[in-house]
C-alpha cells in the first residue's frame, strides 16, 4: 500500500529529478492542482511535479515505486469525476503533464501526428490544420484540456458520430509503467495484429496503469465544405426520425448531431455572453446537424438544401436557420458547447453522464423525466447531448428557491434513479467522462463479479504496489 509523502529528504529527491523550480511544495501554488471544476472534491498534496519529458516521468516512478509512494497524473485539469484529485491525507503526489507539450511530428501523407500528452487540444486541432488536414475531436474545455487527459478518460465529443472516440482515434501510444519502465508503442499502424492490444489498456484507464506520454493520433482530410444547421422540433421522436434521414441523406458526410431542450437554450442565452437563439419563436426542443462534404462547399449545401426540404415535406422541422458564415457556425456551437456551463447560475446542478443505444435515446427521456420528477416535482431537467452517439447530458437543475445544499445532498438518491433506467435500457452509467471517484463504488455494483475480479487483476499485473491513481476507477484491496 503506498505511504503518505511526509519525509523531507524524500520531496528532496523528487525535486531533484525535475529541478526544484519545477517542484510546487508551497501551498498556494499547489492549490489550482488540488480543486475540480465543479468543486465536488477538494484533494491534498504535498508536491506537485512539472517534468519536461518521459524520461523525467520515468524517474519519478522508479523513485515513487520504490518508496510506494502514490501518484496521481493529471493534464488540463478538466475531469469531471474527480479521477485527476488527489485524495485527502494521503501524502499522493500530483504530477502535471503541462510542460510534455511538444507536437513531435506530423506526417501527411499517413494523415497522423505524434503528440505528447501535455499538448492542448485546441493546439493539435490548430497544428493539424496547418497541415491541411484535421483532428477531429472537439470538446467544450479544448481551450484547456490537454491529449494525455483526453486519451485516459477515452474523451468523447460532438463528432464521435463520424469519427470515433479517443480510442478510435489512436494508432498508438509512449507510457510510463509504475515501474518507470518506458513503453514505446508509437506505431502509426493501421493494422497491426501482433498479440494483446496494449494500447487500449492504457487508453480510459485514467492513469490506475501508467502514464501516458505522447501517442500517435489520427488525422482526417480536412473538409473542402461545411454547413451547420439549427433546428427547432417538437420532442426527442421527431428529432430521431430527423436523424434517421440525415443518415440516409448524408451517409458518413452527417459528423454532428445534438439534441438540446428550450430550458436548456434559454440558460445560455440568458447567462454566456454574446450567445443568442438563432430562431424567433421557442421550441420544445432543437437539434444542432452538421454536415461536411470532401467534395465542395456546393456539395455540402446541396445536401443540407435535400435534407431540409425532405425533412420540412414530413413535419420534422418546425423552423431552422442555416449557418451563413464560419462566425455563425461558430456561435451556433457555443450556444450547444456552453449548455453545461450555463446551468451553473442556476444553482446546483445533479449531472448524469449516460448513453443507451440511440433508438431508446426518447424513451429513456420520458422514462427518466417521469422518475426525477416523481421524486423531485419541481426539478429543473437540462437534457441534451450528442444524440448521434446516444450519449445524454442528463442535468438536473434545482428548483427554483431551492436549498442549494440539501438540493445536492440528493445527489446519490437521483443517480440511482437516473442510472436504473439507463442499465434497464442497456446503457452506460458514464459515457465518455469515466469513472474517476465520482461512479467507482456504482461501477462494482453494476459489473459483473467476472468484469470486476478482471479489473482487479489488470490492475495488480501492471501496478502491484498500487502507486498510480489509487483509490479512481477501483477500489482498493
Not at 478518460?153 to 494508432?171: F, H, K, P
Request: glycine letters at 10%; hydrophobic letters at 40%; proline letters at 6%.
Amino acid at each position: 500500500m503506498p505511504v503518505p509523502l511526509t519525509d523531507p529528504a524524500l520531496i528532496d529527491r523528487f525535486a531533484a529529478i525535475t529541478g526544484v523550480q519545477n517542484a510546487l511544495t508551497a501551498q498556494s501554488d499547489i492549490a489550482p492542482h488540488l480543486i475540480e471544476q465543479r468543486g465536488l472534491y477538494k484533494g491534498e498534496s504535498p508536491l506537485v511535479l512539472r517534468p519536461a519529458n518521459t524520461e523525467e516521468v520515468a524517474a519519478i516512478l522508479r523513485l515513487a515505486n520504490e518508496t510506494n509512494t502514490a501518484v496521481v497524473p493529471q493534464g488540463g485539469n478538466t475531469g469531471l469525476v474527480g479521477g485527476q484529485s488527489p485524495l485527502p491525507g494521503k501524502g499522493e503526489i500530483v504530477l502535471s503533464l503541462t510542460r510534455l507539450n511538444k507536437i513531435r511530428s506530423i506526417d501527411t501523407v499517413g494523415q497522423t501526428m505524434i503528440a505528447e500528452a501535455g499538448v492542448v487540444l485546441e493546439r493539435a486541432q490548430q497544428a493539424a490544420s496547418e497541415a491541411g488536414l484535421l483532428f477531429p475531436l472537439s470538446l467544450g474545455s479544448e481551450g484547456s484540456c490537454q491529449i494525455g487527459g483526453n486519451l485516459s478518460s477515452n474523451a468523447g465529443g460532438t463528432a464521435v458520430l463520424a469519427y470515433g472516440n479517443m480510442r478510435q482515434l489512436c494508432l498508438g501510444i509512449e507510457a510510463v509503467l509504475p515501474d518507470g519502465e518506458i513503453w514505446h508503442g508509437l506505431r502509426a499502424l493501421k493494422k497491426d495484429n501482433t498479440g494483446y492490444d496494449l494500447r487500449d489498456l492504457f487508453i480510459g484507464a485514467e492513469g490506475t496503469l501508467g502514464i501516458i506520454t505522447a501517442a500517435v493520433l489520427k488525422l482526417f482530410p480536412a473538409p473542402a465544405g461545411h454547413e451547420t444547421i439549427y433546428a427547432g422540433v417538437d420532442s426527442p421522436e421527431t428529432a430521431l426520425k430527423l436523424f434517421r434521414m440525415a443518415q440516409d441523406y448524408c451517409g458518413p458526410s452527417l459528423t454532428g448531431f445534438e439534441l438540446m431542450p428550450r430550458i436548456g437554450v434559454e440558460f445560455t442565452t440568458r447567462h454566456i455572453e454574446g450567445v443568442r437563439d438563432p430562431l424567433a419563436e421557442p421550441h420544445p426542443w432543437y437539434v444542432l446537424i452538421d454536415i461536411s462534404s470532401g467534395q465542395s462547399q456546393e456539395a455540402a449545401r446541396e445536401m443540407l438544401e435535400g435534407l431540409f426540404i425532405a425533412a420540412d415535406e414530413k413535419g420534422y422541422i418546425r423552423d431552422a436557420a442555416a449557418a451563413e458564415t464560419e462566425g455563425q457556425r461558430k456561435d451556433f456551437w457555443k450556444l450547444r458547447e456552453s449548455m453545461s456551463w450555463a446551468q451553473k447560475p442556476e444553482g446546483g446542478s445533479i449531472k448524469h453522464d449516460v448513453s443507451v443505444p440511440v433508438a431508446q435515446v426518447p424513451e429513456f427521456l420520458a422514462l427518466a423525466d417521469a422518475a426525477v420528477m416523481k421524486a423531485m416535482p419541481d426539478a429543473r431537467i437540462v437534457a441534451f447531448g450528442h444524440m448521434g452517439d446516444g450519449n445524454i447530458h442528463y442535468n438536473i437543475s434545482q428548483p427554483l428557491g431551492a436549498d442549494t445544499h440539501a438540493f445536492l445532498a440528493r445527489w446519490k438518491e437521483m443517480n440511482e434513479i437516473v442510472h436504473a433506467i439507463v442499465l434497464k435500457l442497456n446503457g452506460s452509467i458514464s459515457a465518455e467522462h469515466g469513472i474517476g471517484q465520482l461512479k467507482r463504488d456504482e461501477l462494482a455494483a453494476i459489473r459483473s463479479p467476472v468484469e470486476m475480479a478482471l479489473m482487479h487483476r489488470i490492475k495488480h499485473a501492471f501496478d502491484p504496489n498500487g502507486i498510480m491513481n489509487p483509490g479512481k476507477v477501483l477500489a482498493s484491496r
